[in-house]
């Protein structure tokens, strides 16, 4: 599995070549709802899992044609 950092943003989901946002985590305000709905970030929830170094461990970018999560 390739990983991809903030900064290395995928352009195409290696799944389908859909097009791929970032995954939002926390509390999303009104502005976040509405990017969600027009589909330029995926809500990820509320609760980050990170590792013992504090890194997040959670998919960081998401695919709006087929929710693939990377």
Do not use: N
């Amino acid at each position: 599995m390739k990983l991809f950092g903030r900064k290395s943003h995928p352009t195409v989901c290696p799944k389908c070549g859909g097009k791929v946002v970032p995954i939002v985590y926390g509390m999303p305000l009104p502005e976040m709802e509405e990017k969600a709905d027009r589909g330029e970030v995926i809500l990820g929830g509320c609760c980050i899992a990170v590792d013992e170094h504090g890194r997040q461990l959670d998919p960081q970018w998401g695919c709006v044609d087929c929710d693939e999560r990377f």
